[in-house]
């Protein structure tokens, strides 16, 4: 297995330098081709990595959708307000008592008031349903995120070679898609609405009164504009889902990279192998090291040994101090035997001890018989070498 995983390693050495040759090689070919697929999602790590640079799923389509129809929702709700507010604005700018008054800079400071405060009044809800509208439906795309990662310079953007390439990439052919549905689903509903209601309204414009004229073009432009809100709001949920489609085919991964963002977070598992057997190796040396201190060793006879050691004024029970099968069983006797540890063999105690009591750990009640006709055993023993 060593000399293996030795040929495996010098392998990849040797495959390090060629690949190193290749690479600066004056004939350089793409082996991007047969390079691995991407075909794991991505893991967390790698999504906040992206989040923290800004790369989050956003249809741009739907943002201008939603405040494009929150605008002209407020704007109609608000219309009738604004027009007579405008209206009455213009009648006393145009009445005799404005166009007879003298100019000053005093007269000029306060119609300029007038004047932003009447626009600000006719504009301000349709400007805050907009931005209300845009910040709600980015929000609730993204969620609040501010990076920086926007700004800085990336050569990439105007290298010729990749922006060739994204010139024919699935993203410009869905784009190409989206302008031609937009350019004519928009020229069907404007010719329609033209046809069957403009022109005839035109027509008719004589015999109705101006500001009910005004009323009926502005209801007329307020549903062909419903219209093709309603058709750009089905391509903008189409984009939604396709920029999330989008994005997580971005963020897929090869199963080399989730090995190796693995080994990042996680630790290479050869090495957690490695430690854990160095703590198995200390731990099994700390533990020998207490075999010498034991009263008594139970065992199976040759594939359990447990080793126990009472002290009555200080132990509430007998201690398990070490155990072990096979050939650590074998080495816990062996110990024993150099420092002279009685061996008591006593196959269902042995089985017992070293299934339900842990290193440390004293012996529970319903032992106490078992274990204190052992240890009286061993105490008559070590009574009667004395003597």
């Not at 893991?43 to 906040?48: D, E, G, L, S, V």
């Not at 061996?343 to 009591?357: F, S």
């Amino acid at each position: 297995m060593g000399g293996s995983g030795l040929n495996c390693y010098a392998f990849y050495k040797r495959f390090d330098r060629v690949e190193e040759q290749v690479v600066h090689s004056p004939f350089l070919w793409d082996l991007q081709f047969f390079a691995e697929e991407k075909t794991e999602e991505a893991t967390p790590r790698k999504r906040q990595e992206a989040r923290r640079k800004g790369h989050v799923p956003r249809s741009n389509e739907l943002n201008a959708v939603v405040t494009l129809l929150a605008g002209f929702t407020a704007l109609n709700a608000f219309s009738r307000s604004s027009l007579e507010r405008l209206y009455t604005y213009l009648q006393y700018s145009f009445s005799s008592e404005m166009l007879n008054k003298q100019i000053d800079p005093v007269a000029l400071a306060e119609l300029i008031r007038q004047t932003v405060v009447i626009i600000a009044m006719i504009f301000l809800p349709t400007g805050l349903a907009i931005l209300a509208a845009g910040v709600i439906v980015s929000y609730l795309q993204t969620g609040w995120i501010f990076t920086m990662e926007g700004l800085k310079i990336k050569f990439d953007r105007i290298n010729p070679l990749l922006g060739f390439k994204r010139l024919f990439s699935l993203q410009k052919l869905v784009d190409l898609f989206k302008a031609l549905f937009k350019l004519i689903g928009v020229a069907v509903i404007v010719w329609s609405a033209f046809r069957n209601q403009v022109f005839p309204l035109a027509e008719t414009s004589a015999l109705i009164p101006p500001f009910q004229l005004a009323g009926n073009f502005w209801r007329l432009m307020y549903q062909i504009a419903l219209r093709i809100i309603l058709l750009l709001l089905a391509l903008a949920i189409f984009d939604f889902y396709y920029q999330r489609y989008e994005y997580r085919k971005s963020l897929r991964m090869t199963k080399q990279e989730v090995k190796d963002e693995f080994k990042q977070t996680e630790g290479d598992p050869k090495v957690k192998s490695r430690i854990r057997q160095r703590q198995r190796q200390i731990a099994m040396r700390r533990m020998m090291q207490e075999v010498p201190k034991a009263d008594v060793v139970i065992t199976n006879p040759t594939h359990l040994a447990v080793a126990l050691k009472y002290e009555a004024p200080k132990m509430q029970a007998p201690q398990v101090l070490a155990k072990g099968e096979g050939y650590i069983a074998a080495k816990i006797k062996e110990i024993a035997t150099e420092h002279h540890v009685p061996l008591v063999e006593n196959k269902p105690l042995a089985r017992t001890l070293y299934q339900t009591v842990e290193i440390g750990e004293f012996i529970p009640p319903h032992l106490y018989q078992a274990v204190a006709e052992v240890l009286a055993f061993v105490y008559q023993l070590r009574q009667k070498n004395r003597s």
